[in-house]
């Protein structure tokens, strides 16, 4: 939030212009007049508690028409477990990309994938890169590791009683394992690791969670833990929360790259010269070039992980496929890495360690984003994995697009032309 | 990407269960059959390039049914600036959060706030935290800076060349701003940084874009300046690109906090003890614990900034009001803070150095996000510092909320409740 | 590097006061006229190498006998494994704190704290830290975990050799701790971790290291390891090298938190709100005040971990105690907390991840360095881990001791009156 | 602090070996019993008290006389102003590496570099370097910004007070410079930069410090401004606290590349083929694949900057040259590029932001140390600048060579020759 002195002076100088400090003063004070009317309590979808939010709401009914059209009125039933306080819905745009052909252990085949975005010229660079990639032979892609975590933290009087609770839950993995899967059939509780800070102990409980993503059940798996742990621990807890903010969840954390959060993937691909030449109009000299500065630049800018827009692709693949949107801010670090082959060619490499992906549970189920999956033959059950790996590939066509268009500096005029219609 | 031994080990079994070491090669190897069709090339939207795509897709008629539905074929020709390769959208339930006072700068008065997700509890969870911050008189939030850039990279032979390089571009800055400004009538160039490394020169160009967020008016104001230099450079310059990755475009950064990357936001409210314990079932003490211990597991666990959950609502947000849902990666980094006031009640605030967002421009215009910036008042120009702070407003009532939840231990029991329906 | 563009003006302005540009670019070529006398060959230490060495460097002879005097002249032969072209020695003043009260698994007792600096007023903090920790009781401190470790990096022609390569190394823990144990006594391997980017491989081989700090054992253990796989993979392996830059060796990182690096030891002590009145005169809420606002000060200026002043303590006890002064960069990196406790007293904690100390080799056998270990009764065998909670200790006395001058508005009378005499 | 369950069993297991579970709680608690003799309080050096705190400290004779041997005794008038509590003098080897030829804006010329240390391998690594660069025409080095900062924390009622705070410092800069320099010649205050977070207020004030490294100078300026504000601030601050840990002091942080701390030095070299080759024992290619390897690795262990081993040269610079070795953790981040030049030669070069060096104050002075300086012919005025030039190509110096070693595959056999013996 740093501000150098002569932008915070021109910033106040602005302000000042438009008020005085005392009407700042008033604007920013807390104001304890009535407020607006509460939205009626009952969260669920009936076309009564969708009709009083409306009233509550008091909008045109043109902006009404747009959200709880009639399609949408419909088929509002199926929104129920997704949502609460429901209006409508929001429509966003699904291009589509491809064929992008993934060799991985689970993803195997030619896919066209849908992406939801309203982000001018990212379809289009998308699908560019997946066809570079499908000419190439496709994308090698491996999913390295998964899991999912809860990180309950406890408080103690001592570090002494931390100790000796520590010393105690090291002797409880297998009723913790037993306890976990009291809960979920698909849960699997695969390990747990221990932080001491002075008289905290955060418990890392990481697990296998099938074709879900998983933070559902990981948080009810952990809670089973977590009440047998208050009640049965030999050695009083001060203070105990359910979730510590040491899994990681819904952040970028450097820790993706030590341990297990979501679905590691790591993505190759050799593109000859020819062919960078002929489809991106540079040369592979001058896209490692691009390589070696951006990635200094990232580093210069104290990114986590080195990399160029995996959250353009993501963000776009997570909406259209019904996944957690806000795990993009986690699922969008990993490495990039482009270098010369000794035969000249281009080698492109991704790895993202931390994607969070599922084909059942979420968004997964509601009609358009099971539709989007569908495309792939990538909904339901079985599919998890797979999704992972086309997720990588994805990012890396990315990648190569995007850079390919920096290097032939096409990256502003695609911008121009495809913005501006 | 780091794996333990033992869970190598495990992964590793369970693969060659299924496939022998040769299978799994073959399934890894790049793969020349021909390809899937080519999805035909022009990317607009037309009644016959959205036909000849579905035809390439070969997809069930289900599938085309749900995402080019009638209503979405109707209106297909206002998606033609944001997609290409359209085929149809996806819909994601929206719902309310509100009332949410915000005394603001620029935001003043009651919002209802609409939420796109597909996360049960998420919209019930912001909810309570918006009824809880607007009994307590409103959240004060305060705009401190803004501003955009672009980071283009320059190369030369040597370090003599980039600091005779730097030397002359210091005497350009007036130049560059008249250059800038022939491309935007709202975009302003409001300074340039100067990063050297080696014989590498970046130069950050910091914009104030009016009501956009602005990427593109940027990037494009950017061109006209990087032309400029290629051509009038007194340097010899070995190769350049528009964007080097120092803006940090798309990514969290701890860049954020020092330099100027959308909108810096701060806002705060104070909570009285009561209110705490009426509404939140909680303590004032117990939640200043939570803040203290979370704070130190987002520090274990090395992420920029110290938060809980900022990336739930901006990410439902930016969905539902147009905005970019890839920044969302850069967006949700920042800092919560909860502590005792002298009198006993709650302090808590959060800072978001990063917050992309504008009124105009990119999927604002859209008609369902333009209805859910409408149902807010604040579509069209002269919004975008206003959805600042009501993002910033927001992200505190979801601190509030998810904080008070793991202090009363509701969390787990909500997300059973309201995920299993 | 980033300079603001006016900053950057006024830099280049005041060189050009000095010189015009060509005189600049002369200065900063390359320059190929003969270059002074080389440094003689032989790098041990003899009365003729030494000599010769003096007679190359051409000083005043008050410069050498600064140096050279006759005490290390006598005792020179002491550092021939510890130095190359020794020309002397440098003499650091040594102060001493305590006595330090440390109730650790491995250390016991009331320690005198030998630390070498020249920078004034620290050891008289420390010293201040240390009496008030005794006076309550003293400091517990417990060791959590240890460890050193190697990372050697192999690289492939693709990521099916790389992943092929990792399936056979999880085959040959056995065979590589044997070869470990074969290079030395003390040094036992204890783990590994993989790590796969694209097609390269990185393998972290984890050691305990007995009471050295043990660097040099596991490089040459490592090195035992990496002939072998060079010789027995099946797998061709494109170029390897021994340290790959994953150990985090010499540099603070994040992975710290996550894995083993040195000795991780966390301390604590509570200090009455009687004792803090009168020993450091201010409160144990303001002391708590502070740790808050400096804590988000570290998170917002990007740190790794929060924490106050680690580095100095550390630096003048490694310094005096023969330990590696360059581990200072990783070792000094951590957390603290202060908190009230329900009575109203202090909590003080700190948590140091990376602590590369030992009680045996590299300078802890030199004479004045294993004087300064045996001040505390901890040089030789037996005695690392003891050492490692020392050090946390003392980290712990420095917390409290600048902390409590920052809230008694005395830190800069402290180093005005000390530092000017 | 994270440790894997099995590896947390295997330690406790280990500990519960030697001790009970009671033993070892007993281990831990807190002592009350009488602590050992404080040391006396005169912190001062005379002959009476450096014998009092011998005695108290109740060593053998040989301890003492290896720390206070008879040229310490008689020279210990020296260490008045750098030490409290003074019990005599570690002595640490220092060799000499060089010639080093540095063509930079301010050091010109063939410089033979000390070096203190106590690591085998060191002095010979830097020195192999040293000459390197010499054949190939010399390091160019330039500095490219300076500046060292304190930064003071006020705490607020409120946002509206924090933002009236702000509003009121930046009409006061003036005040704030003239203030600043009623406490020093040298000192001058540069720039103020300003952060708001939530009710809390940072001020970084920037300053040139001349000569000297400067953390004393712009402790004592600041404390003037600091007061001043106290008194005259027209809202009413709740607490501050001079230096509230946002200026980077003694630690690595990121904020390093965007803002001025210290001295900020970029070096670089050309290596021809052949020279890498006769000197090296290995290949461009090699090394450049070692440089993108490491690189990584240090991005993926969540380094500050990628580097590789800047703390060795720089600790055993710092403690020869009587500069202040705790920040060597500030100062050993930056950025390492190696690449093929058309030519086909080594381009290799570093980038340190945050080197923090004097030729005056802190232990420049003292006998030993200065003849360190004297060596360089860079003691006294007029010489920080150079310094800092020599440090950054010192640093390259050393990436240099144990990268060669790492290719060539010399780094095991290196440390084992000469730590050896």
């Known amino acids: 939030m740093a501000t150098q002195q002569h932008?915070?002076?021109?910033?106040?100088?602005?302000?000042?212009?438009?008020?005085?400090?005392?009407?700042?003063?008033?604007?920013?004070?807390?104001?304890?007049?009535?407020p607006a009317h509460s939205i009626p309590r009952d969260p669920r979808?009936?076309?009564?508690?969708?009709?009083?939010?409306?009233?509550?709401?008091?909008?045109?009914?043109?902006?009404q028409q747009e959200l709880l059209d009639e399609r949408t009125q419909e088929q509002q039933a199926v929104y129920q477990r997704n949502i609460e306080n429901f209006i409508g819905t929001v429509?966003?745009?699904?291009?589509?990309?491809?064929?992008?052909?993934?060799n991985g252990l689970f993803a195997q085949g030619d896919y066209y994938v849908p992406l939801a975005t309203s982000e001018a010229a990212l379809v289009a660079s998308y699908n560019r890169g997946a066809n570079l990639m499908t000419k190439a032979g496709g994308c090698t892609a491996l999913l390295l590791n998964e899991g999912v975590s809860r990180a309950p933290g406890f408080a103690f009087k001592s570090l002494i009683d931390a100790g000796a609770f520590v010393a105690w839950?090291?002797?409880?993995?297998?009723?913790?394992?037993?306890?976990?899967?009291?809960?979920?059939?698909?849960?699997?509780?695969?390990?747990m690791r221990v932080t001491?800070?002075?008289?905290?102990?955060?418990?890392?409980?990481?697990?296998?969670?099938?074709?879900?993503?998983?933070?559902?059940?990981?948080?009810?798996?952990?809670?089973?833990?977590?009440?047998?742990?208050k009640q049965a621990s030999p050695v009083n807890i001060d203070y105990a929360f359910i979730e510590a903010n040491l899994s990681g969840d819904k952040k970028a954390c450097s820790q993706s790259f030590q341990s297990v959060r979501g679905k590691k993937v790591?993505?190759?691909?050799?593109?000859?010269?020819?062919?960078?030449?002929?489809?991106?109009?540079?040369?592979?000299?001058?896209?490692?070039?691009?390589?070696?500065?951006?990635?200094?630049?990232?580093?210069?800018?104290?990114?986590?992980?080195?990399?160029?827009?995996?959250?353009?692709?993501?963000?776009?693949?997570?909406?259209?496929?019904?996944?957690?949107?806000?795990?993009?801010?986690e699922s969008s670090v990993g490495i990039t890495r482009f270098e010369v082959t000794t035969e000249g060619d281009l080698y492109a490499a991704v790895t993202l360690p931390n994607l969070i992906v599922g084909s059942v549970g979420g968004g997964?189920?509601?009609?358009?984003?099971?539709?989007?999956l569908d495309i792939m033959g990538l909904g339901g059950q079985?599919?998890?994995?797979?999704?992972?790996?086309?997720?990588?590939?994805?990012?890396?066509?990315?990648?190569?697009?995007?850079?390919?268009?920096?290097?032939?500096?096409?990256?502003?005029?695609?911008?121009?032309?495809?913005?501006?219609?």
């Open 169 to 191: 839950t090291l002797g409880q993995i297998d009723e913790f394992k037993r306890l976990a899967e009291t809960t979920t059939r698909f849960g699997k509780l695969q390990d």
């Open 45 to 63: 979808i009936t076309e009564k508690t969708v009709a009083q939010r409306w009233k509550t709401l008091d909008c045109d009914a043109s902006v």
């Open 91 to 102: 429509k966003l745009p699904v291009g589509i990309a491809g064929p992008l052909r993934v």
């Open 266 to 329: 790591t993505a190759e691909v050799v593109i000859s010269a020819e062919l960078v030449k002929k489809t991106l109009h540079t040369t592979v000299t001058r896209m490692v070039d691009y390589w070696r500065m951006s990635a200094l630049g990232g580093v210069l800018s104290g990114t986590i992980g080195v990399q160029g827009h995996y959250a353009n692709g993501l963000a776009a693949f997570y909406i259209a496929c019904g996944q957690d949107a806000a795990c993009v801010s």
């Open 382 to 421: 079985g599919n998890a994995q797979a999704l992972a790996e086309v997720c990588a590939s994805l990012s890396l066509a990315g990648e190569l697009s995007i850079i390919g268009a920096l290097c032939a500096d096409h990256f502003a005029s695609a911008h121009q032309s495809l913005a501006r219609g």
């Open 196 to 229: 001491v800070e002075g008289n905290h102990v955060y418990l890392n409980f990481e697990y296998l969670t099938g074709d879900a993503s998983g933070q559902n059940m990981v948080t009810i798996a952990t809670h089973a833990i977590f009440e047998y742990i």
């Open 364 to 372: 997964t189920g509601l009609p358009s984003q099971r539709a989007c």
């Open 7 to 34: 932008r915070a002076n021109k910033h106040l100088g602005h302000l000042l212009k438009k008020y005085s400090l005392e009407q700042l003063k008033d604007r920013l004070s807390p104001k304890h007049h009535t």
